[in-house]
């Protein structure tokens, strides 16, 4: 491991981590966290630093604040009160009864990379040094704390920001499903662990066990000392329940959101009544996370929520807690515990409305989540005509329209998946109709936005990017902040050879958006096209801060650096790429390119090894043909050359292929190679010339 100034600390009880964290800090303190979910559930320690630094940035700062407001906003919802939200889109504002969108599960690592920017542009503002973040009870955060503790570990400058993060042991769970920064692998990498010595007494207790037992509860439960939970333990339990009502009241009182997302759901759970207000607290706590993106917050409310109810008198809180953890499951890649679900449903009750959302949900089990192999676009098929018939038995007219609109959708994506792109095309078409005629203006604004990209894409597939802009240029109009969108649109724009417009639409996603590698990857992809070579190495840069493992990033950056002539930045490139992809062809050929000048018999191996992993590589075979030309063997080389030169007709292959042709004598079918060379690349003609007076005869 490099030298680093982070630190785990390892001890099994909170005096002890609490002791080790704050020895030997040589640096001001940025903040003092405890991640601890029952807190403030999900973002519990990354929404108090924003709580504690970002009225003094928005003092001195407000351009900071101003970029990164939606993953301020995601993290530390009180901030409302002192930061507009100008970026809200159809999906963050449409009604729980409209929503027919959810994040995805990659969301959060956007807020994580959002949030790291952030304190690195605030500590370089401040100038003054490295400050030093503390974090208590990670082993007992959310995911959510966990992934931006885990990417900060990764991103953070050291010169700026030293973490000292403590867990109970040196073995921290990951959450069952994907996990986009397991917490574990990054301590391990970014962090010298620090292991507490259990012998060292605890802080002095209260004497009673009646107030060790109210501290407990009023600490909101997260001490781990064994004295204290005996003695909360061994309260009556309707002692207890009054401290947990009290507790939840008191935090109410605050009037700051967060902690329904933690402590009040818990207190309530434990209260009184946790059978009403406390699934009421936990159904709270499940809508907001859901909505959010915070699946595995989601998932806990909705698991405890089914502990607490009856399901057969209080069937609207059943179904939200299991449709809620449903769609919770499909976005975390656990589809099979969502289809116990969904089948439990079908045998609990006989609700036309449970049984047509668990029909579509079964659809889209079976054509998108799961693995590949395991999909059945039949069965996919059987269910989305399930759920249509369902939808026509819905008493209100609009709602049976939204309905059949919304599961025809469903089965014009099964459509898409069987490759019946028309038949798709026909579905949604008439779906955005139906909608128009039956709904008001102000109505499913959200699934209409959907609906018409969607077609846009289908558009696209069938190639009729002209069709498909259009399309899209209409969800923008009414849509302008999802950054998607104009994700999309750029790729549109690029098919069609608009460049520019292109890059502004790449760049207006990066506007409305936290960083995520995509959009910086495509935005450098154009640059590079448009040979803006220095502006497109710093955009793979950027991608590969954000994601080391973007293989296509590593690739193009690879060969730009050789290009530009890093041969050290090239090789290091190489090496990272090969280690997560030892076949790939493209870093393959790379390597080949590097190995050239110094061993071109060592160069010509690589190289088919390159073609051999890729085929269509025609940047392997001309390479390759270099090699053999360098080597003196002017068949291969020709051949070679001439392969590739059927994969893309690329002018200076052409001119290398006339060398290895006058070299061979075959004066004839060289000439005729320079002179298309400079027919496709006339700043090519003065060394044609040149070349040809050379090799050639008068």
């Known amino acids: 491991m490099p030298q680093t100034p982070h630190r785990w600390i390892r001890a099994a009880r909170h005096h002890d981590r609490q002791r080790l964290l704050t020895t030997g800090i040589d640096v001001p303190v940025l903040a003092d966290l405890d991640a601890h979910r029952w807190l403030r559930g999900p973002y519990t320690a990354a929404g108090t630093l924003l709580r504690a630094l970002v009225p003094t940035m928005l003092a001195r700062r407000p351009d900071l604040v101003a970029r990164h407001q939606i993953e301020i906003l995601s993290v530390a919802p009180e901030l409302r009160e002192l930061i507009p939200a100008t970026r809200e889109t159809l999906t963050s504002l449409a009604v729980p009864a409209e929503r027919t969108r959810f994040y995805s599960r990659m969301r959060t690592l956007r807020h994580a990379h959002g949030l790291v920017d952030l304190l690195d542009a605030w500590l370089r503002h401040l100038d003054d040094g490295p400050r030093c973040l503390v974090v208590e009870n990670l082993h007992e955060a959310d995911p959510t704390d966990r992934e931006f503790v885990g990417t900060l570990l ?13 867990t109970a042991t040196d073995s921290v769970d990951e959450p069952p499903g994907a996990v986009a920064v397991p917490i574990l692998g990054a ?48 309260l009556p339990a309707p002692v207890r329940a009054a401290l947990h009502d009290d507790r939840a009241d008191e935090l109410l009182a605050t009037g700051q959101w967060s902690w329904r997302l933690g402590a009040v759901a818990l207190h309530r759970e434990r209260g009184r009544a946790p059978g009403s207000t406390g699934a009421d607290a936990l159904r709270e706590a499940l809508e907001y996370c859901v909505n959010l993106g915070f699946y595995h917050a989601t998932l806990d409310y909705g698991a405890r929520g089914r502990a607490v109810i009856d399901w057969s008198g209080q069937v609207e809180h059943w179904w939200a807690f299991t449709t809620k953890m449903t769609t919770s499951l499909m976005a975390l890649e656990r589809p099979l515990e969502a289809l116990d679900l969904y089948d439990e449903a079908r045998a609990q009750t006989d609700s036309g409305m449970v049984h047509m959302q668990a029909a579509y949900a079964t659809a889209m089990i079976y054509t998108r989540h799961l693995e590949t192999g395991k999909r059945d676009h ?47 095309l026909d579905l949604i078409t008439t779906g955005i109709a139906s909608m128009e005629d039956a709904l008001s203006d102000d109505k499913h604004l959200l699934h209409r936005s959907v609906l018409r990209h969607n077609r846009s894409q289908l558009l696209s597939a069938l190639g009729r990017p002209e069709e498909a802009l259009a399309d899209l240029e209409t969800v923008i109009a009414i849509d302008p902040h999802y950054a998607e969108y104009h994700l999309d649109r750029g790729t549109l724009l690029r098919r069609l050879g608009r460049l520019d417009e292109a890059l502004e639409s790449y760049e207006q996603a990066s506007r409305l958006s936290p960083p995520f590698p995509e959009v910086h990857y495509n935005r450098a992809d154009v640059l590079l096209e448009l040979g803006a070579l220095e502006q497109a190495l710093a955009g793979f840069d950027r991608v590969l801060d954000l994601d080391p493992e973007h293989l296509d990033a590593r690739i193009n950056r690879a060969g730009l650096r050789q290009g530009l002539g890093d041969v050290e930045g090239a090789w290091a490139d190489v090496r990272a790429g090969l280690a997560l992809d030892p076949d790939n062809g493209h870093l393959l050929c790379v390597q080949g390119q590097l190995e050239l000048e110094a061993d071109p018999e060592q160069a010509r191996r690589t190289l088919t090894d390159a073609v051999a992993a890729d085929p269509r590589l025609a940047a392997g075979w001309a390479a390759r043909g270099v090699a053999s030309y360098e080597l003196g063997d002017l068949p291969a080389a020709i051949a070679d050359l001439g392969h590739a030169l059927e994969l893309d007709d690329d002018p200076a292959v052409r001119f290398n292929r006339a060398l290895a042709l006058a070299d061979a004598g075959r004066q004839a079918e060289a000439d005729a190679d320079f002179q298309a060379c400079v027919a496709a690349d006339p700043t090519l003609a003065a060394e044609v010339a040149e070349q040809r007076e050379r090799l050639l005869p008068a």
């Open 187 to 234: 301590l391990q990498r970014h962090a010298v662990a620090v292991d507490g010595d259990p012998s060292q007494p605890a802080t002095e207790l209260p004497a009673d066990p009646a107030s060790r037992a109210r501290a407990y509860v009023d600490g909101d439960c997260v001490d781990d000392d064994p004295a204290v939970l005996t003695a909360y333990r061994e």
């Open 154 to 166: 990764r991103r953070a400058d050291p010169d700026l920001l030293h973490l000292r993060v403590a």
């Open 378 to 424: 039949r069965k996919a098929r059987a269910w989305c005509n399930a759920a249509i018939a369902f939808a026509r038995l819905a008493p209100n007219p609009q709602d049976s329209a939204a309905n059949l609109v919304f599961n025809r959708n469903g089965l014009a994506l099964v459509a898409m998946h069987e490759g019946k792109l028309t038949e798709a």
